[in-house]
């Protein structure tokens, strides 16, 4: 009998369906993985089994008995844990704290606490301080958190939306460990992922989604990734994905030097990273966690501050600058577009007109708050066209997108600054394999009209097929240059690594 079961379940937001008729049932002790495009109806699905929202129409079946959880507090009381793609912690608290959220007595030993969640975090291989202020934390280490959280409440049922996005390759090593003990425990795991090698590696069922509808449910040994493409896109998109390696694409010759970094220091983060970006060229930076790679870009755009003393300089079209805000940056040219999306990306209540406008208006063409509203519903249509993103129109509010899409808002959001230098921090984290193809295609754009572009990213494959140029961070600089002629996978993360 199945764990968890659903039965022709319809979610519809404004009339639209996002999950249409969709039956789904996941077994005692699987790893079931859920795949589709950004859109497809993969989170709606989970969040409600997780009580986070119920259906419109259908059924749920928890041990063979009609379910509707009406809180994921009562999900959880049940045994059922998500973990979302967009991370629920506070920030405000500390790593230990948020482990025992919920959980604690009327009368707290806090070194106790913070050393059982010492030992807790070492079990699973996270290298994360448990007295750290989550609020401090990157991207990568917040998801460890989040994972850490979600296996300690001893669920029956866990499901994991994008748990490897921010991971590197040792620690997703060390999660599917876990995965693995979770499944000898009886532990039912659901888990949805735009890497299509990870679900064919760790799952043993596919389930696939198209639109909002099921597409086919199998043993994962009976599918490769060109069938899960196609399943997913009705299409192969192996073409436009990993069209270096097929020998389609050519590398750009660099322009004009626009941006020079000599020497650029930040506490024991950046240390004397020293590096150069050419016009009309696409900057691969690779690195694992911690290399210094988005705080290095972070610097550059002026959202965060290099040393005041030996701070090391950046030369913009051969004129010293130091930002210690982005608005000039955006004024002079240079464009940050952020790895974390919800938190720094958007406004997630504004609609998209109104989160386009607000990204105008730190442009050199803004002509103040003022502004007709035909006049941003005419940037947001535009936009929409561009960069085709799915929404009922401009109006809709950023928050009810998927996360693709969302995405999309924030490159837009970027684009309509009118940049000379831009800079993707991790542009795909999160996103499905036809959204992929289109972000890479935009990048490709830019570069070709003359734009500098800097895409860090801790996904090879990525790096490997969009990049002219490709710098390996290590411990905060620049360690090695290589040409996408000359790269391999082996080669990078050697650099990477020694």
Sequence with gaps: MALVEMKSVTKEYRGVPAVKNVSFALEPGEIHAL?????????????????????????????????????????????V??????????????????????????????????????????SMNFNV?????????????????????AVRHNARVIIFDEPTASLTPEEKYYFFELMRRLKQRGVSVIFISHALEEALLISDRITILRDGEHVITNETKSFTRETIIRAMVGRSLSEKLYRRHEGVAEVREPGKRVLSVQNLSLGKIVRNNSFTVYAGQITGIFGLIGAGRTETVKIIAGVIKRNFFHGGEIRLEGRSVRYRVPRPAIKDGIVYVTEDRKIEGFFETMTIAENLHMGELSSTQSRGFVVRMSEMDALAEEWTKTLNIKAINGNAKVIELSGGNQQKVVIAKSLVQMPKVIIFDEPTRGVDVGAIAEIHQLI??????????????????????????????????????????????????YAAVH
């Design 81 to 122: 844990n998500m973990v979302f793609q967009e991370n629920s912690l506070v920030p405000s608290m500390t790593v230990a704290q948020n482990l025992y959220l919920g959980d604690e007595r009327f009368f707290n030993r806090l070194r106790g606490l913070y050393i059982a969640a010492q030992q807790f975090l070492q």
């Design 35 to 79: 795949l589709g495009e950004n859109g497809a109806g993969k989170s709606t699905l989970t969040k409600m089994m997780a009580g986070v929202t119920e259906p419109t129409s259908g059924e749920m079946l928890f041990d063979g008995k009609p379910t509707v959880f009406a809180s994921p507090a009562e999900a959880l009381r049940n045994g």
């Design 444 to 493: 490709d754009r830019l570069a070709d009209a003359g734009l500098a572009v800097i895409v860090v990213s801790s996904y090879l494959p990525e790096i490997l097929n969009i990049s002219d140029r490709i710098l390996v961070s290590q411990k905060g600089r620049i360690v090695e240059e290589f040409t996408p002629a000359t790269a391999t996978e082996e080669k990078i993360m």
């Design 129 to 149: 301080d448990p007295w750290a202020t989550v609020a401090t934390l990157g991207a990568a280490k917040k998801q460890m958190v989040e994972i850490a959280r």
